[in-house]
């Protein structure tokens, strides 16, 4: 069975700070890696699709590294914004669907 | 283009009453997902159509949950005598293709329906 688990749960960062987000799964044998964001009461918009013969993805200020030997992900933010305050899930995918994390809730102050 | 979109986005029931939950996925998206997500956690899988044929439905709770997407395109899910543990956010997602290899195609998410049970 696919776990999926992120840490931290939160975080309070203030603006400008550089921070990384980590996630870790059980079954390594997996396709790619998920990262997404949800704002309040919002859907889930992906941030980065990493596949599995990636080492690293970047999106401006966002970069998701995978290690699927030891079933860890980590997504780095740099130079945050309040506009960053969000919660993040990374999921990856096992059978017929996504196996998320619990997520990690960032605020970034100004 | 327009992405997933999902009706109602908010959704008040009393228990017992049915209701029923529409997901229009991306426009020639083959494959549809519901997950359902309960506050302060990561969504939890459902159900997957490819097209029109429901694939995998091991994540629904209950014989009470119950999803159909009958050309393909737009899916509905159900929920008969709702409880007050039904209460959360339904997420609907759509990907490009079915699985080809083993290989996961990127999901797309809509903005889901919160669903509360009174």
């Known amino acids: 069975k696919q776990e999926v688990t992120q840490i931290p749960a939160a975080l309070s960062v203030p603006e400008g700070e550089n921070l990384v987000l980590n996630c870790s799964f059980t079954?390594?044998?997996?396709?790619?890696l998920q990262w997404f964001r949800q704002d309040p009461g919002k859907g889930l918009t992906s941030l980065l699709l990493i596949q599995s013969s990636q080492r690293e993805q970047t999106s401006g200020r966002l970069n998701a590294s995978l290690d699927k030997s030891s079933g860890r992900s980590t997504l780095y933010i740099a130079a945050s914004q309040p506009g960053d305050s969000a919660t993040y899930l990374c999921?990856?995918?096992?059978?017929?669907?996504?196996?998320f994390g619990a997520g990690t809730i960032l605020r970034v102050k100004s | 283009g327009a992405g997933v979109s999902q009706s109602p986005r908010y959704k008040v029931a009393k228990r017992g009453q049915d209701v029923a939950l529409r997901c229009d996925p991306i426009s020639g998206h083959v494959s549809l997902f519901w997950y359902q997500q309960a506050l302060g956690q990561g969504p939890e899988f459902l159900t997957y159509f490819q097209n029109e044929a429901q694939l995998d439905k091991s994540g629904l709770p209950s014989d009470r949950f119950f999803a159909e997407r009958p050309e393909g395109s737009v899916s509905t899910l159900k929920i008969q005598r709702t409880q007050q543990e039904d209460s959360a956010v339904y997420l609907c997602?759509?990907?490009?293709?079915?699985?080809?290899?083993?290989?996961?195609?990127?999901?797309?998410f809509g903005p889901g329906t919160r669903l509360t049970v009174l």
């Open positions: 999921a990856v995918p096992y059978g017929n669907k996504l196996v």
């Open positions: 997602a759509s990907s490009r293709t079915g699985l080809a290899g083993g290989r996961f195609n990127e999901q797309f």
């Open positions: 079954d390594s044998a997996i396709y790619n």
